[in-house]
């Protein structure tokens, strides 16, 4: 399930363009769209509105959930620019919104190069929107369920034109694995991710927490996406998070931590979870592959 152009060019951005093209597909929410709704984005459809109020109506603190950890990618990228990197990999990208991955890294560096991928063709269709005239970066059709695919998307001519995968490259698995919640599956995907990148990149990953929150919260808010999306969810304890950065890939400081309390910055805290970083619900933690 890799493709540039399924649903479209890059100049065919418009919201109401999208919902004709797509058709019956805007009646069914997606993950990505969602999360654009809880962050206050404006591409999503009735559906994913709808979803999205179911769970936060089980989970009032999702959205702020969903801002720590969009803060959380923020600082992992301007650390990771600081440490010389330029290449970054975002897969599970979701719907382009504020402070998307390029703004963050072109900013610091304007010479770094980012490649978005999603399985939802709506968010990699507005993210070519976005990225008009941007050489430095580009969209993709991907799928993490699918291994064999996932291998085939490194090879993307598109993929390949941004990013050199002989060199060092931080790969972001942000708030994206708990919607793989089939284990073999999942830590096939990642390890053969990180089979294939050189030494010396960079994991950036972000998980649901099965610490994090009240049984009934998470029964409620796993049957919401179970039943309006085709991306259900699953929590994972913190080992079972760490079990995804392998023996190749060394965590580095502070460690698996709540997403808020990784490498905090002055005016960047999300303040519902000041001083009780486990309501964020995520774990957090960026890791390195040895030189």
């Known amino acids: ?8 060019e890059v100049d065919e951005r418009n919201w109401a363009q999208a919902r004709e093209r797509l058709g019956d597909d805007v009646n069914t929410a997606t993950a990505a769209r969602m999360y654009d709704y809880y962050l206050g984005g404006v591409h999503n459809f009735a559906a994913d509105r709808q979803a999205a109020e179911n769970v936060i109506a089980s989970m009032p603190l999702v959205p702020s959930i969903a801002r720590a950890n969009r803060e959380f990618l923020g600082r992992a990228v301007r650390h990771l620019v600081a440490q010389g990197v330029h290449q970054f990999l975002d897969i599970g990208s979701g719907m382009p919104t504020q402070g998307n991955v390029h703004q963050v890294a072109q900013a610091a560096n304007p010479d770094a190069r980012v490649v978005y991928v999603d399985i939802d063709p709506v968010a990699v269709m507005h993210s070519r929107g976005l990225l008009e005239g941007n050489e430095r970066a580009a969209a993709v059709l991907g799928d993490l369920c699918r291994p064999d695919d996932l291998l085939e998307l490194l090879d993307h001519p598109d993929l390949r034109a941004v990013i050199d995968l002989d060199r060092p490259v931080a790969v972001l698995l942000v708030a994206v694995l708990h919607f793989v919640p089939d284990d073999a599956l999942a830590y096939t995907a990642v390890r053969k991710v990180r089979e294939r990148l050189a030494p010396g990149s960079w994991l950036v990953l972000s998980h649901g927490a099965a610490e994090g929150f009240l049984a009934s919260q998470a029964q ?20 079972e998070v760490l079990r995804f950065f392998g023996d190749d890939f060394e965590v580095v400081p502070p460690g698996l ?16 979870f000041d001083g009780h970083p486990e309501r964020s619900g995520m774990h957090a933690a960026v890791a390195q592959k040895p030189l």
């Open 257 to 272: 931590v709540w997403a808020p309390a990784w490498r905090p910055e002055s005016g960047h805290e999300s303040d519902p």
């Open 220 to 239: 409620a808010v796993q049957g919401v996406y179970k039943q309006r999306t085709a991306t259900p969810g699953g929590l994972r304890t913190a080992d």
């Open 1 to 8: 399930m890799v493709s540039s152009g399924q649903y479209g």
